[in-house]
């Protein structure tokens, strides 16, 4: 069963202009994180943020906030005053607790373009 | 700099080889990950490593093999290579457990090594 989803393959945003990136999951373990990621055409993966499930306020850091809404089970990404650099793909990770390996698991990916 | 050090960051073999890629993990995590990003596969977990043992297993195919060292480095070890085994793959490194056995809540990902088998 698919545990991480990203509907939105690619998307097109004005600069300056914020951008959600939506982001769903699907766990039965009462613990856990999320993640977003960011990986430009270089090809390395750069840590935007995270969310505890047990976190009671949204994190934000920076140009990134995340719009946590456990009981939709979603972790949407939200990048304000988008720049051209935000051009990459994103991607969002969930990680269950010690018992699970603690692995992330990834989603499949939306690709953004800031267009100027 | 996440300071999860991989190297080499690209390697071309010929089928049937073997490799290894190498990831040091920043200083004073215990925890070492292997990931494989493939076009087809996307992103997907291969192998967990803490303090030296082996920790989970994911997607990771026989004919591919991992440790860890006392000094905690990781090598990947990918044996009669295929052309499907071309990928980008990733080492990540943590702390080791999180709090009350919940997730860690750091996940840095080194550069990568890009494989390419002709």
């Known amino acids: 069963a698919q545990k991480i989803t990203q509907t939105q393959p690619g998307m097109f945003v004005q600069e300056k202009e914020a951008v959600t990136l939506d982001c769903t999951y699907d766990?039965?373990?009462?613990?856990?994180?999320l993640f977003w990621y960011k990986q430009p055409s270089s090809g390395e993966m750069i840590f935007l943020i995270y969310?505890?499930?047990?976190?009671?306020q949204n994190a934000t850091e920076g140009r990134y906030s995340l719009n946590f809404q456990k009981a939709r089970k979603s972790a949407n990404l939200v990048i304000s005053a988008s720049q051209l650099g935000d051009s990459a793909m994103y991607f969002c990770?969930?990680?269950?607790?010690?018992?699970?390996?603690?692995?992330?698991?990834f989603g499949g990916g939306t690709r953004v373009l800031v267009k100027p | 700099d996440s300071g999860v050090t991989q190297t080499p960051k690209h390697l071309i073999t010929a089928t049937g080889q073997r490799v290894t890629l190498r990831c040091s993990p920043r200083s004073g995590d215990l925890s070492v990950y292997w990931y494989q990003q493939s076009l087809d596969q996307g992103l997907q977990f291969l192998i967990h490593?803490?303090?030296?043992?082996?920790?989970a297993k994911g997607n990771i195919l026989e004919r591919f093999s991992a440790q860890q060292f006392p000094d905690l480095h990781s090598e990947l070890n990918l044996s009669s290579l295929e052309l499907g085994d071309s990928a980008l793959y990733f080492c990540?490194?943590?702390?080791?457990?999180?709090?009350?056995?919940?997730?860690?809540?750091?996940?840095?990902f080194g550069q990568g090594t890009r494989l390419t088998v002709v």
């Open positions: 766990t039965s373990d009462p613990s856990y994180g």
């Open positions: 990770a969930m990680r269950e607790g010690w018992a699970a390996g603690n692995k992330l698991t």
């Open positions: 969310q505890g499930s047990y976190d009671q």
């Open positions: 990540a490194s943590s702390e080791g457990t999180g709090a009350g056995g919940g997730p860690v809540t750091e996940a840095f």
């Open positions: 490593y803490y303090n030296g043992e082996e920790r």
